[in-house]
Structure formats: structure tokens, C-alpha cells
């Protein structure tokens, strides 16, 4: 069976502080892929990334950066130097390689000015 | 830029109803996916379209859903008797099913059911 946990429910920063937010997942699968998704207020579900699980690595694309390590089986998303407008629901998901997800329960950022 | 979307974007019905939720993907995209989102909860996956089948789906999507890619533009997802606990915002979202694994979603049908 799939996991997915996300242990921190909400997160609040001050403008220009840096946010990193957990993602723990289980898997019995060798191939699968991990998402993450943003939700504003508004209810949009925004896709952000996905990685293979032979990918692993950090990446950085402008001020978001992603850690997946399958030894800690992590997928940490990092928002570098928050704004305001990155107040939002954050999900993690797992997606089997046949391609049935399971989703965390999401962290909720609030980042006030 | 393409978009999925999706109508209607708030559907009222009574409970024991069938309601038909519809979709229309990316043209040139191969997979399809629905999933759930009960007020102020997580999301959840109902299922996943490939090749003109499901390919998996969720312990939520029992008999009473279906899912239909009629005409090969529009994806629906079907209610056969609704109940009150299906009250939720419905996503779609379209895959290319190659790089860049990039997931579209659309703006989602707020069901609610009475």
C-alpha cells in the first residue's frame, strides 16, 4: 500500500523567509513518481513538479528547490525568500507506475507581509 | 496556451440523481485522471484513463461511478445515485504521457448534493 504523509499542517512566515515543507512517503513499488501541487485560495490545483524515482536529486528552478532522497524516501520542497502570493495549500503525492496516486493531506503556507 | 476544462462549473442535484461531470482535455494529451476534494480536505484520486480504459482507480470509485471518453475530445465522469458524501469539487486534469510529465488540471465542478 501507498503512503503519503505530510506532517506539518500549517506553516506560517513572515515575508522573505525561507520554507521548506516535509514529504515522507511509502512505497512498495521500484518505479513511481512524486508530485507537488499548489492550491491558492482561489481552488486551482497548480502542478509544480515531478520526479522519477530513479531521479533523484535536489533541483532548483527560481525559488522553489526540491530534495528527493530515497534513502530518507523524502521529497522536500523548499520556496526561497517567501511571498505573500505563495500563500497556499502544498500537496505531496505518489503515483504507482500504473497510475494510481495517493496524495498527503497538505501543508497550508501562510506568509504574511 | 491549452487548457482542460470543465463544466459545469457548480452542479446542484438531489441525492439519488445521476449527474454527469464532463471534461475536455488537452487534444494531443494520452492520459486522464479525476479526483476529489471534499471541502477543506485533501485531495483524492478516483481514477486514472489510458488507451480508452482505466488504467487504476481508487477504493472510492465503486460502481456508482463511470467514467467515458465518447467521442475522443470530452472525458466524463458519471454518478449514478448521488449521496449527500459526494459533495465535493471534482478535478480533471490531462498528461501528455511523455517529457515534460507535466499534469494540466482544470478549474473543477463544485457538486453538491441536497
Known amino acids: 500500500a501507498q503512503k503519503v504523509t505530510q506532517a506539518q499542517t500549517e506553516i506560517s512566515v513572515v515575508e522573505k523567509e525561507d520554507v521548506t515543507l516535509d514529504c515522507v512517503y511509502e512505497t512498495r513499488d521500484t518505479t513511481y513518481y512524486l508530485f507537488w501541487y499548489k492550491q491558492p485560495p482561489s481552488g486551482e490545483l497548480v502542478f509544480l513538479i515531478r520526479r522519477n524515482s530513479f531521479d533523484e536529486q535536489i533541483e532548483i528552478s527560481g525559488r522553489y528547490s526540491w530534495n528527493f532522497q530515497k534513502s530518507t524516501s523524502s521529497f522536500n520542497f523548499t520556496i526561497t525568500a517567501s511571498q505573500v502570493v505563495d500563500s497556499a495549500v502544498y500537496f505531496c503525492?505518489?503515483?504507482?507506475?500504473?497510475?494510481?496516486?495517493?496524495f498527503g493531506a497538505g501543508t497550508q503556507v501562510v506568509v504574511t507581509p | 496556451e491549452p487548457e482542460v476544462t470543465q463544466t459545469p462549473s457548480h452542479q446542484v442535484t438531489q441525492m439519488g440523481q445521476e449527474v454527469i461531470l464532463r471534461c475536455v482535455p488537452i487534444?494531443?494529451?494520452?492520459?486522464f485522471y479525476w479526483y476529489r476534494q471534499i471541502l477543506g480536505q485533501k485531495v483524492e484520486f478516483l481514477v486514472s484513463?489510458?488507451?480508452?480504459?482505466?488504467?487504476?482507480k481508487s477504493e472510492i470509485f465503486d460502481d456508482q461511478f463511470s467514467v467515458e471518453r465518447p467521442d475522443g475530445s470530452n472525458f466524463t465522469l458519471k454518478i449514478r445515485s448521488t449521496k449527500l458524501e459526494d459533495s465535493a469539487m471534482y478535478f480533471c486534469a490531462s498528461e501528455p504521457g511523455q517529457d515534460p510529465y507535466e499534469q494540466y488540471f482544470g478549474p473543477g465542478t463544485r457538486l453538491t448534493v441536497t
Open positions: 484513463f489510458y488507451n480508452n480504459e482505466i488504467s487504476e
Open positions: 487534444s494531443n494529451h494520452l492520459y
Open positions: 503525492a505518489l503515483r504507482d507506475s500504473w497510475g494510481k496516486f495517493q
